[in-house]
C-alpha cells in the first residue's frame, strides 16, 4: 500500500484518507443519504443477526456463495456500487473502509495495513521486518508471525489486514525489500501462503499484495515492467500463486505500476486470465491507493477502489455502463466476489468493529521469537561468538544499538513498547561487566573504546522506506569507516546488521564476525543479546544474495532497472537473484541460503523413493542431518533442482524444497521433503501452460546454494 504522501494523479485524495484513520461520521455519501455508519456498525450486525424472515441470505446453513446470490438479488444498483470503493466513517480507526448498507444488513468491512504489524493509527506490536520470516526458512514462524499480527487486528476492530508483502526483491536496492520475502519466487509463495494461513485463522482477511511485479519504488507510478510470458509466471506469478493455493486469501492488493504497458489495477490478464483462472483466486481485489485508472478497471477484475471512489461510484459506473465500458454482469460478478468473502469470514455473525485489549506480552513474545529465528550468522571466524563470561569488558558502538530499527511506509508500526540492544547486553553482560557506549560519532572516542575492550559489537544500519529506493548498496553515512577503524582497533570485533537487505561490506576482511538481524522488532535488543551469547543458536539463512560489488546484480543496466523512457526491461528473464549468479559465474560475497550456527552439522545418505516418474509426480527424497558439534542447533536443508537444459533454458539450479530440524551434539535425524512437480515444470509460451519436460534432474541437498554435498539424478519419463 502507498504510504500518506501527496500522490500528483490525485491531488487531493490524501487529504480524504487521513481522515480515514479517525472515528465518526465523516462526510455524507455522494446519493446525500445520511451515512449507514452513523448509528454504527453494530447497527447493520444486529440487523442481520436479526434473521428476519425477509433476509434469506442470513440463513447460516446456505454456502458463502449462495447467500451471496440471494443478498445480490436484494440490491440497487446504487447499493451495488456502494460495495465497489472505499468511504469515510468507520467507527474504529482504520486506513481503509467499506461502508455498511443497513438496509440489508451489510456490515462494513474495516481495513488495516498489516505486514508488519497492525497500523491504523493505532499502538501494536512491532513485528521483526516481513523478511525476517523467510530468513528463518520456517513456515511455522510465517504462521506464528500471520497470527499474532491478526489477533491485534481483530483487537483493533479489523475486519482485513494489508499483507503479506509478495513481491520478488529483483533488485537489492528496492526500498520496499524488507517488506518483502525472497529473491526466489518458491521461498517467497511458500512463506505467504503460511503466513496468510495464519492471519485468516483469526477470523480475518488477508490481502497478498502487490500484485503484480511491483519490484521498484524508483517511478512506482507510472513505471512498465516489461516481462516476457514465462518470466511472468515463474518468478513474478508463482509466489502469488502459491500464495493463493496453500493460504486462499481472501484479498489481493494491486499495484500502482503497469505490466507490459496495461496499469496492474486495469489489467485484466494478470487479474483475471492469471490470477482467478490460473491461480484458482477465488477472493475479491482493492486497489492500492490510489492505482485505480478508471471504471472499466471493473471488468478487468478490480472489486475494491480505495481509500474513496474516485473511479467508481454510483453515478460513474451508471456512466459507463452507458458508454458499455462495464456491463451490469461485470457489476454483479465483482460484487458477489466481495459479498462470498465476507460470508466466508462470517462478517454478517459478528461485529468486526468490537475492540478489546491487545495482549502485548504475547506480541512481544512472538516478536522475539521472529527475531531470533530469522537472524542470520554470516561470518564467525574463529568462534569469536557467542560471547563468554569472560568478555568482562564489552565496547558497543553504533546508534543502532540504542534504538529500534523500522523500515518506513504503511508498514511502520506505531510501537506499543520496544527495546533496545545497549539495555539487553547490559543486562545479559551482568553487574560484574563493564558496557561502555558510543554512538560513533566521535571515531576516535569509539576507537579508543574498542581498544581497551576485550570484544567490540559494532551495530550498524541502513534506511529502507517506501516511496523511495537506495541509493546504493553502500551503509549509509560514514559506518563503513568507522567499522574499519574499531576493527584496527581490536581484533575482536563482531558487526550486528540491523538492515532491510543486503549491504556492501569493504570491512569483512578485518572483523571477527557478522550478524544480520534485518530489523528486529520490539524484542530486536533481547533477541540480539540472546544470539550474542548463544543463549539461542542463530539458524536463519539468507532469503536473498548479497553481493560483492554494487554493479555485480542480475539488472545491473539503466534499461533494467529503474528503466528508460517510463518502461523497465526484465531482460535477465528468469535468471533472477542466485539464478543469475549460478548462471554467469559470479561470485557473491554471501550465497543465497547462507547462514551459519554455532554448531556444525553434516549431510549424508541421500535417497530417493522413486528415480524416476512422470511430468505430474513429485519427487520424494530422503537424507540424514548430522549435529557434529559440541552445541545445540537448528538446520534449514535445501533442496535445488537442475532441469534438462533443453526447449528453453533454465538456471544450473533452483529451490526445489526446504525444512527446518533441530538437533543436539551428536544427533542425527532422518529428513524427508518432497518436490512438487511445479518445481520441475517451466512455463511453456507455445501450450501457455506449465510443462515437465522429459530428461534427467539434478536433485541436491545442502545448506545453501553453493554449499550442495549431496546431489542425485532422477528422470521423468512419459
Not at 553502500?474 to 563503513?480: F, H, I
Request: one cysteine or more.
Amino acid at each position: 500500500m502507498g504510504s500518506p504522501r501527496p500522490l500528483a494523479r490525485v491531488a487531493t485524495i490524501m487529504v480524504f484518507c487521513a481522515a480515514l484513520t479517525a472515528p465518526g461520521p465523516g462526510a455524507l455519501p455522494e446519493d446525500g443519504s445520511l451515512p449507514d455508519s452513523l448509528g454504527g456498525q453494530a447497527q447493520a450486525y444486529a440487523a442481520s443477526a436479526s434473521g428476519e424472515q425477509d433476509r434469506p441470505w442470513t440463513d447460516r446453513s446456505l454456502s458463502p456463495e449462495d447467500r451471496a446470490d440471494l443478498l445480490l438479488r436484494a440490491m440497487t444498483r446504487d447499493e451495488k456500487a456502494r460495495m465497489l470503493h472505499g468511504a469515510l466513517g468507520s467507527p474504529v480507526p482504520t486506513t481503509g473502509y467499506i461502508a455498511p448498507i443497513r438496509r440489508l444488513g451489510v456490515p462494513g468491512v474495516t481495513m488495516t495495513d498489516g505486514p508488519a504489524g497492525v497500523r491504523n493509527g493505532q499502538k501494536a506490536t512491532e513485528l521483526p521486518a516481513p523478511i525476517a520470516q523467510s530468513a528463518s526458512f520456517d513456515t511455522d514462524v510465517a504462521e506464528e508471525y500471520g497470527r499474532t499480527v491478526a489477533r491485534e487486528a481483530r483487537a483493533r476492530g479489523q475486519a482485513q489486514v494489508f499483507g503479506p508483502g509478495t513481491n520478488i526483491q529483483r533488485v537489492p536496492v528496492n526500498g520496499r525489500n524488507f517488506e518483502y520475502y525472497s529473491e526466489d519466487p518458491y521461498l517467497s509463495g511458500t512463506i505467504a501462503g503460511a503466513d496468510t494461513t495464519g492471519i485468516q485463522s483469526q477470523g480475518v482477511i488477508a490481502t497478498v499484495k502487490h500484485y503484480a511485479a511491483n519490484n521498484q519504488e524508483t517511478d512506482r507510478m507510472t513505471v512498465s515492467a516489461d516481462i516476457d510470458e514465462r518470466t511472468l509466471h515463474e518468478i513474478y506469478g508463482k509466489p502469488f500463486e502459491l500464495a493463493v493455493r496453500q493460504g486462499r486469501p481472501g484479498s489481493v492488493m494491486c499495484s500502482y505500476n503497469r505490466v507490459n504497458s496495461v496499469y496492474a489495477c486495469s489489467n485484466a490478464h494478470t487479474l483475471l486470465t492469471m490470477l482467478r483462472s490460473r491461480f484458482g483466486f477465488d477472493g475479491y481485489v482493492v486497489s492500492d491507493y490510489p492505482s485505480t485508472h478508471g471504471t472499466s478497471d471493473l471488468a478487468a477484475g478490480l472489486n475494491v477502489e480505495l481509500p474513496l471512489g474516485v473511479h467508481v461510484s454510483a453515478l460513474t459506473v451508471r456512466a459507463a455502463q452507458l458508454r458499455r465500458a462495464v456491463t451490469q454482469e461485470d457489476i454483479d460478478q465483482r460484487v458477489r466476489e466481495v459479498l462470498t468473502v465476507m460470508f466466508r469470514f462470517g462478517l454478517f455473525e459478528r461485529d468486526a468493529t468490537a475492540t478489546s485489549p491487545i495482549d502485548e506480552a504475547a506480541g512481544n513474545a512472538a516478536a522475539q521469537r521472529v527475531a531470533e529465528k530469522g537472524s542470520v550468522l554470516l561470518k564467525n571466524d574463529g568462534a569469536a561468538l557467542p560471547l563468554t563470561d569472560s568478555a568482562d569488558r564489552i565496547a558497543v558502538i553504533g546508534s543502532a544499538a540504542a534504538d529500534s530499527a523500522q523500515g518506513g511506509g504503511s508498514s511502520k508500526v506505531d510501537p506499543l513498547s520496544e527495546d533496545t540492544a545497549l539495555d539487553a547486553i547490559r543486562k545479559r553482560a551482568g553487574s560484574s561487566a563493564h558496557v561502555t557506549y558510543h554512538d560513533g560519532r566521535d571515531v576516535r572516542a569509539a576507537v579508543k573504546a574498542a581498544k581497551s575492550a576485550d570484544v567490540a559489537l559494532v551495530f550498524a544500519h541502513d534506511t529502507e522506506e517506501e516511496g523511495s529506493d537506495r541509493a546504493g548498496l553502500s551503509l549509509p553515512g560514514s559506518q563503513d569507516e568507522l567499522i574499519s577503524k574499531v576493527a584496527a582497533a581490536n581484533s575482536r570485533t563482531a558487526v550486528v546488521l540491523q538492515t532491510g537487505g543486503p549491504v556492501l561490506m569493504p570491512w569483512l576482511p578485518r572483523v571477527k564476525s557478522v550478524l544480520e538481524t534485518w530489523y528486529p522488532g520490539a524484542r530486536g535488543g533481547a533477541a540480539t543479546a540472546r544470539l550474542l551469547w548463544g543463549d539461542v543458536d542463530p539458524s536463519g539463512k539468507l532469503p536473498q544474495t548479497f553481493p560483492a560489488r554494487e554493479d555485480e546484480v542480475p539488472a545491473h543496466t539503466r534499461k533494467q532497472y529503474p528503466g528508460v523512457n517510463g518502461t523497465a526491461h526484465y531482460s535477465e528473464g528468469v535468471d533472477v537473484g542466485y539464478r543469475w549468479y549460478d548462471q554467469t559465474g559470479t561470485e557473491p560475497l554471501f550465497p543465497f541460503g547462507h547462514g551459519l550456527s554455532y554448531s556444525d552439522f553434516a549431510y549424508s545418505d541421500l535417497r530417493l523413493e522413486e528415480d524416476s516418474g512422470g511430468p505430474g509426480d513429485p519427487v520424494t527424497l530422503s537424507f540424514t542431518v548430522t549435529n557434529t558439534g559440541k552445541r545445540a542447533g537448528s538446520e534449514a536443508p535445501q533442496v535445488y533442482v537442475g532441469k534438462p537444459d533443453t526447449d528453453a533454458h533454465s538456471p544450473p539450479r533452483e529451490l526445489g524444497g526446504y525444512g527446518k530440524v533441530s538437533l543436539d551434539p551428536g544427533e542425527s535425524k532422518h529428513v524427508r521433503l518432497s518436490v512438487a512437480p511445479r518445481q520441475l515444470s517451466y512455463w511453456d509460451a507455445d501450450s501457455d501452460g506449465f510443462r515437465v519436460r522429459q530428461g534427467e534432474y539434478g536433485i541436491s541437498v545442502g545448506s545453501s546454494s553453493r554449499k550442495l554435498p549431496l546431489s542425485s539424478v532422477y528422470r521423468v519419463t512419459e
